[in-house]
């Protein structure tokens, strides 16, 4: 069935510990997504990749890093300068390029992250 | 801006209820609009859209209709379920926009 899988689902981190966050989709959909969500929140768009070897960032980008070097897959590593980490990501896709009207998001179910 | 806002409860109803959660945007152009649902601990999966005005989505016994004239979106359904029990989105995305845009959400708990 197609896709998009997010490990690990809950994830604990030391306070100056870099994390990564997978994302793989199998959806052949170009576009992905990183967005946050903080209880009581709406989601806030981190960062966003339209092709492969490029992304662009969100209005939460700082203290974050992404990759896009396959089409499939779109890490994301939460670094020790993000200084308040703990929330629960979720990745998304959307087919076909962003001008398009009538795209949609599909989203993973999550990975919740916890910094002790 | 860009912006969405909808009614941020908590909404409880009875079974069977009338719900309605409203959702009012802000946007340029002539965007799309969606409906997100999201039960706890997964992620947010499609209800409904609609791309242009007058247009109504409509999954599984809810509906909204795209109206221009007021900039809103308005989610109904005429009996809820306990099934039901779920945090609501409201989204936009504007044609020539490349993100999405959401409401913080609004969360429906249904007792039977």
């Known amino acids: 069935d197609g896709g998009i899988t997010q490990s690990p689902k809950y994830l604990f981190r030391k306070e100056g510990q870099n994390v990564t966050l997978s994302c793989e989709q199998n959806?052949?959909?170009?576009?992905m997504y990183w967005y946050r969500q903080d209880p009581g929140q709406g989601l806030r768009l981190i960062y966003y990749?339209?092709?492969?070897?490029?992304?662009q960032k969100g209005d939460i980008a700082e203290g974050y890093s992404v990759s896009r070097e396959k089409k499939e897959s779109f890490p994301l590593t939460v670094t020790s300068a993000q200084k308040n980490p703990t929330a629960f990501y979720l990745c998304?896709?959307?087919?076909?390029?962003?001008?398009?009207?009538?795209?949609?998001?599909?989203f993973g179910a999550g990975s919740r992250l916890t910094v002790l | 801006g860009n912006s969405v806002t909808q009614m941020e409860g908590p909404v409880t109803l009875s079974e069977e209820a009338f719900l309605t959660i409203n959702c009012t945007y802000t946007a340029t152009g002539y965007p799309s609009l969606f409906w997100y649902v999201q039960y706890p601990g997964e992620g947010l999966q499609l209800l409904l859209k609609a791309t242009k005005a007058d247009d109504k989505g409509s999954n599984k016994g809810f509906e909204a209709t795209y109206r221009k004239e007021t900039t809103s979106f308005h989610l109904e359904k005429g009996s809820v379920q306990v099934s039901d029990s779920a945090v609501y989105f409201c989204a936009l995305r504007t044609n020539y926009g490349q993100n999405f845009v959401f409401g913080p959400g609004t969360r429906l708990s249904v007792l039977p």
């Open positions: 990749s339209q092709i492969v070897n490029d992304f």
């Open positions: 998304a896709t959307a087919k076909g390029g962003h001008l398009s009207g009538a795209n949609v998001l599909t």
């Open positions: 959806l052949n959909h170009d576009a």
